[in-house]
């Protein structure tokens, strides 16, 4: 079974400054790592993917994640945060043998600060 | 691509009543939809995973004569809320899945039960 747990329910900071979401992922295969965001009233949006290719995986509006085996993480970062960035940021864990099933983590509200 | 709608994109129903809505692939055929519940504040929860042509198969504690799902098409799934009641008010996602490692968001659709 796979589970995912992002830490820190509310992360809050300023415009312009490093973003670091974090998600830690538990999986008895090797996984398929996701990270989506939702805007207020919205479905998700796809920000990247990790599906065994690179470690280092580059998304959308500037976000990339790494994925880190020994460490069982997938982060999300973000060297300059814009207004537009605040959102719901869900960090979500799948495998090859099960890609249909995704389980999700808590979630993660940022804000940016101007 | 990958574009996935529901319809509507919010509902308000008197409670006793039925509600349904629609999951449409847009431009693509889903091998499978799956359908999701968030409540405010939360992350998303699977509910059930529909194919097309056979029954959908339901996540442990969500009842299926409450529930129900139809995928008529690969481009079509719906569920249907019956006797909807005030607990039943939530944010309903669907989402679609081409049969590889990523699985596409509809915008959602917010259900009021009064």
């Known amino acids: 079974a796979q589970s995912v747990t992002q830490l820190g329910s509310h992360v809050s900071v300023s415009e312009g400054a490093l973003v670091l979401l974090r998600c830690n992922y538990s999986s008895s295969v090797p996984p398929y790592l996701f990270w989506y965001v939702q805007y207020p009233n919205q479905g998700l949006q796809l920000l990247l993917k990790y599906t065994s290719a690179a470690t280092l995986v580059k998304g959308i509006n500037g976000f990339e994640a790494e994925f880190k085996k020994s460490e069982t993480s997938f982060h999300l970062t973000k060297p300059s945060a814009h207004m537009s960035d605040a959102a719901e940021y869900f960090c979500?864990?799948?495998?090859?043998?099960?890609?249909?099933?995704?389980?999700f983590g808590q979630g993660t509200r940022l804000t940016i600060n101007p | 691509g990958a574009v996935v709608s529901q319809h509507p994109s919010w509902v308000i129903c008197k409670s006793g009543t039925s509600v349904k809505i629609e999951c449409r692939s847009l431009?693509?055929?889903?091998?499978?939809m799956f359908w999701y519940r968030q409540f405010p504040k939360q992350s998303l929860m699977l509910m059930a995973t529909?194919?097309?042509?056979?029954?959908?198969?339901?996540e442990q504690g969500v009842e299926k004569d409450k529930f129900l799902i139809n995928h008529a098409s690969l481009t079509l799934s719906t569920l249907t809320v019956t006797s909807a009641h005030p607990e039943d008010s939530s944010f309903y996602i669907c989402?679609?899945?081409?049969?590889?490692?990523?699985?596409?968001f509809g915008p959602g659709t917010r259900l009021t039960v009064l």
């Open positions: 979500a864990v799948s495998t090859a043998q099960g890609a249909q099933k995704l389980v």
């Open positions: 431009d693509f055929q889903a091998t499978t």
């Open positions: 529909s194919n097309e042509g056979s029954k959908a198969t339901y």
């Open positions: 989402s679609a899945w081409l049969g590889t490692d990523t699985q596409y």
